[in-house]
């Protein structure tokens, strides 16, 4: 009873981290979408429709984290088993694919891929990653390595410009990459500062994106 008390207590704590992010994920996608309103430029479409894939993602993680404890839970109890693991790989697959969606919607902001063939191309061999990329260790390490080439593009574009819009995506990226990095072990504080490294880097350019909307009202009222 101590090891399923243990087990319950950190499912519900990282549902309520992820929910938080997930929150803080959508305010991003609805603020990238006045950006885009604003200042007309198309890549604040793929950063509205990545944030908002990463909030569904997230969403659909934190569902599959419940179906995988009640699938251990109960299956002490009932035959239920089998569902309760079938809705954890759907919906654990869903966030890994969401995720990696959304990343590869990042890279086509930096590398100026416009081609919809192209693009098309690279979604269906995401589908095809995250069917097989379905051990969580693994899915983080694609993850990582897919923001360390934005941390590298972003970084590019911050020392080329050095303003402060270009400095909080860089640092946003590496510290999405480092939640992926922490979310590769298993010990509970890893898993903690995996969520913190992810709330920050959606703060970062949550703050981006609020500089936006403030510099524009003031050009405005100029």
Known sequence: MVIFSSLTEFVFINVILNLFCAIIAFAVSIFSYRALKITHE?????????????????????????????SIDLCFFSNTC??????????????????????????????????RVLM???FIETSVIAIFLFKIFWFHLVAAVILLFLIFLSGKTYFKKRNSNSSLIFIAFILLCLSHVFFMFIAQIFSYLGHVSLVLGFLFF??????IKYIKRKIRRK
């Open 120 to 122: 098309f191309l690279v």
């Open 206 to 211: 949550f703050v981006m994106l609020l500089r």
């Open 82 to 115: 089998s569902l309760w693991q079938k809705l954890f790989y759907a919906f654990n697959l869903a966030f890994v694919a969401l995720t990696l969606y959304a990343y590869n919607l990042f890279v086509f902001v930096y590398s100026k891929i416009r081609s």
């Open 42 to 70: 198309k890549n604040f479409l793929y950063f509205t429709l990545g944030f908002f894939l990463l909030a569904i993602g997230i969403i659909a993680g934190s569902i599959g984290n419940i179906a995988y404890y009640l």
